[in-house]
């Protein structure tokens, strides 16, 4: 289970972020997860609920989306969407293709209120 | 100060994968070409390693990472053979980078030619984490099973070399080579495939011929001058 590893780095990069922005109240915290980023949504889900508060508060809410694995052919250029994890282009049956979105965790975008809405809740 | 939506886009462990880089670069640059080896737990890595060692011994330096969530045993078999620190993972499914330059630095950080790291035993999480290698290996055992690549897409396609092991097993397990070569290889075509057996030694030269090619393939890069880079 590296969920929690995975959030540790996410809590960490959005405390930077935060005071770059010279702080505020993180209300909601988007991150978009691959089908081959390895993360499996509900545990990260509660690897999240579970560490948040330490950091923010429990009124920061995860949005988290699951999005495709897609590729393009390095022969033909196609680009298409991976299915069930078989990495050859469906126009002409190259395996060399190159992923370009869907193996990786991003941290899509942060949300912050005004301090004195969610007291508590700043960076 | 209204509510503020801050658009980031930026891969979470983005300053891991850099640290991984910085890592991997000085360690090529001195000629040590990082192995980081994966599986499931007993398909054979430290008898790999075994034999690994004494295919180059006298010949070609090398130092094991061992990382385990508890004892010792891998490590101390491994011991007698090469320089070999022991990771501890205290239950941790994984190794993460701070952990292996811990390892490092408890070896004295040698400038061997061949640096292996022997990950802990899991087909899921190791995948996701960068230990600053040059090379991904993943190892799947006779007695494990042929649908393992199906089941485990990321190990496979973040893999650039797969070893089937234990090989004298074949005549009695139904496994097929054929078959695990092709579920792999459809989800990473440039997968290259060896089958060894580390109790007979059959198969351990190709290994090992592979590590040398390797060695040279990877590591050219940074020998050449700064300006070409």
Not at chain 2, 26 to 48: A, D, E, F, I, W
Not at chain 2, 159 to 185: C, G, N, Y
């Amino acid at each position: 289970m590296h969920e929690r590893s995975l959030v540790q780095n996410l809590l960490k990069q959005v405390r930077q972020i935060v005071a770059e922005q010279g702080g505020g109240c993180v209300s909601e915290i988007c991150v978009q997860a691959g089908d081959l980023s390895g993360v499996e949504p509900l545990l990260f889900a509660a690897a999240f609920e579970e560490m948040v508060p330490a950091v923010f508060s429990e009124e920061c809410q995860l949005k988290l989306d699951l999005v495709p694995v897609t590729a393009v052919c390095a022969h033909c250029q196609h680009e298409f969407e991976v299915l069930d994890f078989q990495f050859h282009c469906p126009e002409c049956q190259s395996g060399s293709v190159d992923v370009i979105q869907g193996d990786d965790l991003q941290l899509i975008s942060i949300t912050l209120e005004p301090k004195d809405s969610h007291e508590g809740v700043s960076a | 100060m209204s509510q503020q939506t801050i658009i980031v886009k930026r891969d979470v462990q983005a300053e891991q994968k850099a640290d991984a880089e910085v890592e991997r670069v000085r360690l090529g640059r001195r000629g040590t070409l990082v192995v980081n080896l994966l599986s499931s737990p007993g398909s054979g890595k430290t008898s790999l390693l075994e034999e690994t060692a004494r295919h180059f011994a006298g010949r070609r330096s090398m130092a094991v990472l061992v990382g385990d969530l508890e004892t010792d045993r891998d490590a101390q078999r491994l011991a007698p053979l090469v320089p070999v620190a022991q990771l501890t993972t205290g239950g941790a499914c994984h190794l993460e980078l701070p952990l292996v330059q811990r390892g490092l630095t408890a070896l004295g950080d040698p400038a061997v030619d061949f640096l292996f790291i022997e990950n802990v035993g899991n087909l899921v999480c190791p995948a996701s984490h960068d230990l600053a290698e040059h090379l991904r290996v993943v190892l799947i055992s006779t007695t494990e099973g042929d649908d393992k690549p199906g089941k485990y897409p990321k190990m496979f396609r973040t893999s650039q070399a797969m070893l089937i092991t234990k090989l004298d097993l074949l005549p009695h397990v139904p496994f097929s080579v054929e078959a695990v070569t092709a579920d792999a290889q459809r989800i990473q075509s440039a997968l290259q495939v060896f089958a060894c057996c580390s109790l007979t030694g059959s198969g351990i030269q190709e290994w090992c011929d592979f590590l040398e090619e390797q060695h040279q393939l990877q590591l050219a890069a940074y020998h050449e001058p700064a300006g070409n880079r």
